[in-house]
């Protein structure tokens, strides 16, 4: 396109695609640009431009105009709402949703991204990461002063494991939310934990970005209070069962393999001391099969021997 008009300006991913996809409905071709240098905290810098041709600028600036909403705050619908049903769930309303919004940018729509004006959340998912585990430290120190500095530990290792977070990222629909590339929504991104969990400790940053140290630590007593109070209850060692079948899925999530699928291989010895053969299988092959007293037993130890096989091979 030649002779480029500037008609309109947003920090928000979302909102440039909201107004291009309103534009292109109307025949009118968008180029968005961003002179975005890659800071520290890019959502508080980066600028997209939308251009259209200079014949077209006018019925372009009408077209946006008559979708802007009429509380005045100069976004176009539906920007601004779309994650108002997360911010209910999460009891924490953001005063900058751009933050929010870059929490849930996966680095998939990066890649699928040719204006250079979408940042990632992998710097979020590290600080998010930090936030939690002093907020969980400082629970468990207060909640288990009986416990020495190794039983502490096991205990926020197996509380802040990436399954935890992925369930919990799960339980207030957070996959839902992910801004994600288009091959990745085609490979079931939304329902990755892995996913989920970077997603969540991301969100976790941008609370703590937005608002400080007390909405977020209040959000994470929230989320963790039921895992917490299980702990209390059943002792710190319940807590610190390995669980290698959920480990092993996400190893697979992690190098977007497919789900394992795990079946009974065999069934030996006598009615009163049975044992259970499982076999693992990953893409369709089997990997590794391993025996238990049960099913359950059986499944958790070929899981085991399928992430010592696939770690080996890298």
Partial sequence: ???????????????????????????????????????????????????????????????????????????????????????????????????????????????????????????????????????????????????????KSKLKASIVSATSLGRLGERIGLGEYLILGRGEEKTGGRQKLALIADGYEALIAAIYLDGGIDPVRAFIERQFDALIDEARRTGAHATFTEDYKSALQEWLQSHDRGLPIYRLAAEVGPAHRRRFEVEVLVSGQPVARAEGKSKKEAAQAAAKAALAILNAEG
């Fill in 1 to 151: 396109m030649r002779d480029l008009t500037i008609i309109f300006r947003t920090p928000s991913q979302i909102e440039a695609d909201v107004i291009t996809g309103l534009l292109e409905t109307h025949g009118i071709d968008v180029l968005v640009t961003s002179d975005l240098s890659r800071t520290a905290f890019p959502f508080s810098s980066n600028e997209l431009r939308l251009s259209v041709s200079e014949d077209e600028a006018e019925r372009a600036q009408q077209i946006i105009d008559s979708h802007r909403d009429e509380v005045g705050s100069g976004r176009v619908v539906p920007f601004g709402s779309e994650f108002e049903p997360l911010e209910r769930v999460i009891g924490y309303r953001f005063r900058d949703p751009g933050l929010l919004e870059h929490a849930l940018t996966h680095r998939s729509r990066v890649h699928e991204d040719a204006s250079g004006g979408v940042i990632d959340n992998e710097s979020l998912e590290f600080l998010g990461d930090s936030i939690l585990g002093f907020v969980i430290a400082d629970m468990l120190f207060r909640e288990f002063p009986q416990h020495n500095e190794g039983q």
